[in-house]
């Protein structure tokens, strides 16, 4: 009998942890669990917010992972994980007996964090931190608001998902804004006191949108005290009322559902690993890769996850051929784009030190702040072909 290694979820962690498992072992099923037939990523879901790319850009399917790669996609949702038994259950009642499973189920957001805002008033605040339907949802709000409108982005405390994120969003909003509704205004009402690439975003709106995007921090504001979300209202700790025409409102996050469920998340919602392998440290035989994890250093980001799930493949491998623990080397660069031809960056390689996966003493860095337009053009031409590249890594 051939070893067992189900993969849930196939999104950035996921599908790479599959590819490189099968490219590092040919001797084994590889099962990945996955319900949605289409996968969006949420990395260029901005542009689509913006107008400048159409949904199907950002959609991917799971049909080169299995012709080509052998990998089993069966596309339901685990239900439940005995770490005892080893045993994965699924929506439609199968059970799939495992040697070893990767858990990659992304984020899920924290319904009871905001008072006023669940799953119901995501309808009408939509979060768009999930891509796919939350993705037409905004876009659609953002279709439909008038000239002079406001947008109000409430991003949420560290750690969340993307933290360059919801900056790249207000962006290219303004890209949107500018072009077809230029008298209409951005706010960002911060959960935090700065944040990633803070300069480097500052510069790009004073070049590209003066006026338009106002970023107020999280003391300066008061902080989200709870949302009335059919009037498109937020309300600060002191009950000071900002309401918007759209509101794109980012709860806080935690790992996904199903590893909370099986008890591998710490306090704070994210779930602890030996960093070297991705190993769960509450049960053995079971690894956790991408936003769900805590990884030292790392960001939550997609090209973490992919690095991450290629480290896991590769300390499955070696367990499966008995062979020795490789000593990774982690990677990611996040792109952002502040327009269409104006891009920045942050990266850095990791390694593991003390325990811990950290950063490599000067092995990245951010986009230099005295840049000509050039070298803005020519970051926003590499995000262009990391999204090329990552997604042909996963999926291709
Ligand atoms: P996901 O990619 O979310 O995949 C998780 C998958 O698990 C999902 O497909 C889900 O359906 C599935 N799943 C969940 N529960 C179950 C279950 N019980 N059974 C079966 N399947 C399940 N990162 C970058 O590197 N670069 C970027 O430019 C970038 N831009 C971003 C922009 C935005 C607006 C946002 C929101 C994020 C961005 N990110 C970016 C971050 C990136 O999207 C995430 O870090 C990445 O998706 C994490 O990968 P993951 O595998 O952990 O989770």
């Not at 000071?240 to 759209?246: E, I, P, Q, S, T």
């Not at 390689?349 to 986009?367: A, P, T």
Request: glycine letters at 10%.
């Amino acid at each position: 009998n051939r070893p067992r290694v189900v993969i849930v979820g196939g999104g950035f962690g996921g599908a790479s942890c599959a590819k490189y498992l099968r490219r590092y072992v040919q001797d084994v099923e590889i099962l990945l669990v996955e319900p949605q037939k289409t996968y969006h990523t949420c990395p260029f879901s901005n542009t689509v917010l913006a107008g400048m790319n159409p949904i199907d850009f950002i959609a991917h399917d799971y049909d080169t992972l299995r012709t080509a790669h052998g990998v089993e996609v069966i596309h339901q949702t685990v239900s439940e994980i005995d770490p005892v038994a080893k045993a994965a259950s699924l929506d439609d009642g199968r059970t799939l007996g495992y040697d070893y499973l990767v858990l990659a189920p992304g984020i899920d957001m924290r319904w009871d964090a905001i008072e006023g805002y669940d799953a119901a008033a995501a309808e009408a605040m939509p979060h768009a931190w999930q891509a796919g339907d939350q993705t037409r949802l905004l876009r659609a709000q953002l279709e439909a608001m008038d000239d002079g409108g406001t947008v109000i982005i409430a991003p949420p405390n560290n750690p969340f998902r993307c933290p360059p994120g919801p900056y790249e969003r207000a962006s290219l909003i303004a890209h949107y804004l500018k072009q077809h509704k230029p008298k209409s205004k951005i706010l960002i009402l911060d959960a935090k006191e700065k944040f990633s690439k803070q300069g480097l975003f500052m510069q790009g709106w004073e070049a590209l949108y003066p006026g338009m995007i106002e970023w107020v921090k999280g003391s300066d504001w008061g902080g989200m005290g709870r949302v009335d979300a059919g009037q498109k209202t937020i309300y600060s700790m002191f009950d000071k009322a900002f309401k918007a025409d759209v509101v794109n409102l980012i709860p806080p996050q935690q790992a996904g559902e199903i590893a909370l469920r099986t008890g591998l998340a710490n306090d704070d919602g994210w779930c602890p690993v030996d960093q070297r392998s991705f190993e769960s440290s509450i049960h053995p035989d079971l690894f956790v890769i991408g936003d769900a994890a805590v990884a030292g250093q790392m960001p939550k980001s997609g090209f973490a996850a992919n690095s991450q799930g290629k480290v896991c493949a590769a300390a499955i491998a070696a367990r499966l051929l008995e062979v020795d623990l490789p000593e990774p080397s982690y990677v990611n660069t996040c792109y952002s784009l502040v327009g269409p031809d104006y891009g920045i960056s942050v990266a850095a390689v990791y390694r593991m030190q003390e325990g811990q996966i950290k950063s490599v003493e000067d092995s990245g860095g951010v986009s230099p702040t005295e840049a000509d337009a050039q070298f803005r053009r020519d970051e926003a031409r590499y995000a262009r072909g990391w999204y090329q590249s990552i997604t042909s890594d996963m999926f291709g």
